[in-house]
Structures are given as C-alpha cells and as structure tokens.
C-alpha cells in the first residue's frame, strides 16, 4: 500500500491523496494520513472531509513548506542531441553530484513532505545506476515520474525497477531521418512500451511541437489511438537552450491556424461527450495505464495555488536541481542560469528552499504590468507565461511578456476552446474516444476550490 506524501503548513496540511488528488487538509486530517501509513488503508472520502477550500496563508513571498514537485537531474549526460533541448544536454557537467548525494536529497525530499518527484536528464539512463536512483526514489512516500528518450531503454532495466513505476517518453515524429530528436521511430516506441507494460508499469509519450513536426504530431495522436495507449502530452516549444540556436523552428503567428486545427483534432481524438457509453473506452491495461497516470494532480494543483495567491508556481511549490546539484526556481530559470538559490553539495536542500529564493518570490504577477493589455487577461484566460526567464528571453525584460506572438494567440485560442468544451461537459481523457484506426502582503484566505 502506497503512503501518503503529505507537508505541514501555515494553511493546513498539503497532501497526496490516494486517489492522486492533491488537497489542502485541517490538521485533523493528520491522524487519518498517520493511520494509512502505518498499513490501516484510508479511502480519499475519509481525508476530504477535512478538506479546506480557503486555507488561511500569508502572500509575503509566499511558498509552500516543502515542493509539491522536484524535478532531479540526474545527469547531463545524453545519447541524443535534441536541437531544442532547454537543458543543452550532450556531456556531463563538470562535477555532477554523486549518485549517493542524489539519494540523500531524494530522502530530504520525503521527510520536507515533497508529493511528487521528476527524475530526468541529459537521458537518465546514461547515467549507470540510473536504476539504483530509481529504486531508492520508488521507496520514498512520494509519486516519481520518469523522464526518457526511451533508446537505452532495456527488458533488464524494466525488470529491475517495481513494477507500477510512470515513464514518459519524448517522440516527436515517426522519420527519425529528419527528427530533432533522432533515432526513435514508431517500431522502436512500440517495443518500449510493451516491455514498460509487460513489467507493470505505466507509460505515455510526450511531443514537443515545432515548425518542423506540426503534422507528425496529429500522426502520432492517432497511432496512440489505433493502439489503445494514454493520450500524448501535448507540450509547446519554447524559446530557452537550444532552441535560442535554432530559432527557425520556433512557431510563427502565421503558424497558429495550421497548428490549432491540429490539435483541436488530436484533443478531440481523446475526448468523451457526455452521452456516451463508458463501456467506449478501452479496458485492460490501457486503462488501467491511463488510470495510473491521470491519479496525480499536483501540476493541476500547483496552477490553483499560483492563480490564488497571484505568484507563480515556480520557486514556490515547484523547483528544479540539476545534476550538479544547483537548485532553481523550474527548468527555465536553469537553462537561462537565472535566480539560483543554492547548491545541494554545499547546503541542505531545506535551508536552500527556505531562504534561497526571496529574489524570485518578491516577484508578482503584477509586476507584470504588460498583462494589462493582453487580449488574453482581457477574456480572464489562465496564462501560464508571466516567466521571469522567458520574459528576457523575448523581451529582454524579466517583468514582460514571456509568450512569443505565436504562443499569446494559441493561448488565446486554446482558452476559449476549453472553455466551450467545459460548458458542453466534454471530458478529455488519456484514453482514445474509440479503439482501432484513425493579491498585497497579508494573511487571506485563498480560494481553492477541492475536486
């Protein structure tokens, strides 16, 4: 039985739920959480009826106690050479932190409370005891999640890690004679996830979409599809790494029309109108895989707590180490060696979280002052994109816009089509439709509304 990950608050207690919901609790709830994990199973009902939809916190660079999610580098070391890599992986930087060190911070992560643990790269499988890091990692309270290329991906590797264990894949076109990120093709995606399901575990790919792979995007939402497998994580190209060098396969303004019609029809693809009959939906292990995969919302959560307080996620209940153990606000602030706030083989992971970021957290989403006349603020679409880093990337101011041109319009777009979608009670899901082919410093209360 899986224990509760859970973290003490100003507001309350913030935990991991057993039916992956993340929830802000009355200390109450603390009993309960103690009882699960000592082997007396409580259901996720028990815990929400201590649940608190306006905990009480104070804004003055506010932070949770703990991360909700840690993103660990374990090394820089890749066998590709992605052209749009944020991390710029190739070779291992220059001291990397030892893979002992790398287990000690995972167990600082389990007694902070973390609920949810990246493990990524460079390619984490080049690193030689990317397995030990993973087992140790899978004894921790906390939810980890792995990122991979999928290529040094093996039979005895899966075998070695407990089954149940989460990976994410990266593919981005079925060519891999002209892919960015290379050497993987359909065949090869196929194996890994079939070895991934044959020794329990849970999978999904996930596409970075560009210039170069706008309709290889909608192929690969229907080969998943046709196959029964969890619905492709759809992620944006964003001008940070590598892709700075490469700034032809950045998405134009004039791209957004080709674009959104693609992904409409991907979105679409895995989508649920409320009158059909669940017995559509694929059953098996590609829905148990979905399942698996859907049950943790700490991302969902951490994107409520930001819009509450009006601070991002980042540096607040998101952070990132990389593999020399540097920590950072989140992945952008790494790439762009912005407001780094420590370092792991130097100092304890908790005193870094706690006094390290006050630079970032003084910064607000009012700070922002361009928002003011964003058509997406105007129409109260959620922006994800008030980044400090991207900002000076595009700007050259950190306060400014952290959206291309091309990304203000899809946001604009893609938020109102959520929003009709959510008025017609469409559900997406990670499984295909049909199986076969085609605020001021203070204490107030936030709204946070509970599942």
Same mark, same amino acid.
């Given at each position: 039985?899986?224990?509760?990950?859970?973290?003490?608050?100003?507001?309350?207690?913030?935990?991991?739920?057993?039916?992956?919901?993340?929830?802000?609790? *009355?200390?109450?709830? &603390?009993?309960?959480?103690? +009882?699960?994990?000592?082997?007396?199973?409580?259901? %996720?009902? @028990?815990? #929400?009826?201590?649940?608190?939809?306006?905990?009480?916190?104070?804004?003055?660079?506010?932070?949770?106690?703990?991360?909700?999610?840690?993103?660990?580098?374990?090394?820089?070391?890749?066998?590709?050479?992605?052209?749009?890599?944020?991390?710029?992986?190739?070779?291992?930087?220059?001291?990397?932190?030892?893979?002992?060190?790398?287990?000690?911070?995972?167990?600082?992560?389990?007694?902070?409370?973390?609920?949810?643990?990246?493990?990524?790269?460079?390619?984490?499988?080049?690193?030689?005891?990317?397995?030990?890091?993973?087992?140790?990692?899978?004894?921790?309270?906390?939810?980890?999640?792995?990122?991979?290329?999928?290529?040094?991906?093996?039979?005895?590797?899966?075998?070695?890690?407990?089954?149940?264990?989460?990976?994410?894949?990266?593919?981005?076109? *079925?060519?891999?004679? &002209?892919?960015?990120?290379? +050497?993987?093709?359909?065949?090869?995606?196929?194996? %890994?996830? @079939?070895? #991934?399901?044959?020794?329990?575990?849970?999978?999904?790919?996930?596409?970075?979409?560009?210039?170069?792979?706008?309709?290889?995007?909608?192929?690969?939402?229907e080969w998943c599809a046709a196959r029964g497998y969890p619905r492709p994580q759809w992620l944006e190209t964003h001008p940070v790494g590598r892709a700075l060098l490469h700034p032809g396969m950045l998405l134009r303004p004039e791209d957004v029309d080709e674009v959104f019609e693609v992904y409409q029809r991907c979105m679409e693809r895995y989508s649920t109108e409320p009158e059909q009959e669940p017995a559509e939906a694929p059953s098996g292990p590609a829905r148990r895989a979905a399942d698996e995969i859907r049950g943790v919302d700490t991302i969902q959560f951490c994107q409520r707590l930001e819009r509450a307080v009006g601070q991002e996620k980042c540096g607040r209940s998101v952070v990132y180490v990389n593999s020399r153990g540097d920590v950072y606000p989140c992945s952008n602030c790494m790439s762009g060696q912005l407001y780094q706030a420590g370092?792991?083989?130097?100092?304890?992971?908790?005193?870094?979280?706690?006094?390290?970021?006050?630079?970032?957290?003084?910064?607000?989403?009012?700070?922002?002052?361009?928002?003011?006349?964003?058509?997406?603020?105007?129409?109260?679409?959620?922006?994800?994109?008030?980044?400090?880093?991207?900002?000076?990337?595009?700007?050259?101011?950190?306060?400014?816009?952290?959206?291309?041109?091309?990304?203000?319009?899809?946001?604009?777009?893609?938020?109102?089509?959520?929003?009709?979608?959510?008025?017609?009670?469409?559900?997406?899901?990670?499984?295909?439709?049909?199986?076969?082919?085609?605020?001021?410093?203070?204490?107030?209360?936030?709204?946070?509304?509970?599942?």
């Amino acid at each position: 039985m899986q224990k509760i990950p859970f973290q003490v608050n100003e507001g309350g207690l913030v935990a991991l739920l057993p039916n992956g919901h993340v929830e802000f609790l *009355a200390s109450s709830a &603390r009993e309960l959480i103690e +009882r699960h994990n000592s082997g007396r199973a409580v259901s %996720a009902g @028990e815990l #929400m009826t201590h649940a608190i939809t306006d905990p009480l916190v104070t804004l003055d660079r506010f932070h949770l106690s703990a991360p909700a999610i840690a993103f660990v580098e374990t090394t820089n070391l890749c066998n590709l050479r992605c052209r749009h890599c944020y991390a710029d992986s190739a070779l291992k930087r220059p001291d990397e932190i030892s893979t002992e060190r790398i287990k000690q911070l995972l167990d600082e992560f389990a007694d902070m409370g973390v609920l949810q643990v990246f493990l990524t790269g460079g390619e984490i499988f080049s690193h030689r005891d990317a397995v030990e890091i993973i087992r140790h990692a899978r004894s921790k309270p906390f939810s980890t999640q792995i990122f991979t290329n999928g290529l040094l991906v093996t039979e005895e590797r899966l075998a070695a890690i407990p089954p149940g264990q989460s990976f994410f894949i990266s593919f981005d076109t *079925a060519d891999p004679e &002209r892919t960015v990120r290379g +050497r993987m093709d359909f065949p090869k995606l196929q194996h %890994a996830f @079939e070895m #991934m399901r044959k020794h329990g575990h849970v999978f999904r790919t996930a596409i970075s979409v560009h210039r170069d792979n706008i309709q290889d995007a909608e192929e690969i939402f229907e080969w998943c599809a046709a196959r029964g497998y969890p619905r492709p994580q759809w992620l944006e190209t964003h001008p940070v790494g590598r892709a700075l060098l490469h700034p032809g396969m950045l998405l134009r303004p004039e791209d957004v029309d080709e674009v959104f019609e693609v992904y409409q029809r991907c979105m679409e693809r895995y989508s649920t109108e409320p009158e059909q009959e669940p017995a559509e939906a694929p059953s098996g292990p590609a829905r148990r895989a979905a399942d698996e995969i859907r049950g943790v919302d700490t991302i969902q959560f951490c994107q409520r707590l930001e819009r509450a307080v009006g601070q991002e996620k980042c540096g607040r209940s998101v952070v990132y180490v990389n593999s020399r153990g540097d920590v950072y606000p989140c992945s952008n602030c790494m790439s762009g060696q912005l407001y780094q706030a420590g370092n792991t083989a130097r100092k304890p992971f908790a005193e870094i979280w706690e006094n390290g970021f006050d630079a970032f957290r003084d910064i607000r989403f009012d700070d922002h002052a361009v928002c003011g006349s964003c058509p997406v603020a105007q129409e109260d679409i959620w922006c994800q994109f008030r980044c400090p880093p991207l900002a000076r990337n595009i700007t050259g101011d950190p306060r400014g816009c952290g959206a291309t041109e091309y990304l203000q319009e899809f946001t604009l777009r893609a938020g109102r089509y959520w929003r009709a979608r959510k008025q017609r009670n469409v559900r997406l899901t990670l499984t295909p439709r049909r199986p076969g082919p085609a605020g001021s410093p203070g204490s107030p209360r936030l709204p946070l509304p509970t599942k």
